[in-house]
């Protein structure tokens, strides 16, 4: 597994293609609604499991994130109190 930079601007990138994504299955739903078609058949066991993985990886991601920002946090108050102590 390859561990790649995300910078914001990448996740923001990141959820406008999920966002689109969201968007047309939205308007799939409508447009079923408006056309009253109750049995539109879709394999969607891949797209669960997609989907089910994609949420682990977010969940891991803000994690990883938390640690780091509680580990800048502690770096910048020792630095303080250093500074503080001279």
């Known amino acids: 597994m390859t561990l790649r930079r995300y910078e914001p601007n990448h996740l923001d990138q990141l959820a406008l293609r999920l966002l ?3 968007s047309t ?3 799939l739903a409508q447009r079923s609604r408006e056309q009253k078609i109750e049995d539109f058949k879709l394999n ?9 993985n994609l949420e682990l990886w977010i969940q ?4 990883e994130l938390e640690m ?6 502690g770096t910048r ?10």
């Open 68 to 73: 780091l920002v509680i580990k800048n946090r």
């Open 25 to 27: 299955l939205r308007r």
């Open 60 to 63: 891991r991601s803000e994690d």
């Open 20 to 22: 689109d994504s969201c």
């Open 44 to 52: 969607d066991k891949k797209a669960l499991e997609w989907l089910t």
């Open 77 to 86: 108050l020792a630095r303080q109190m250093r500074v503080s102590d001279d």
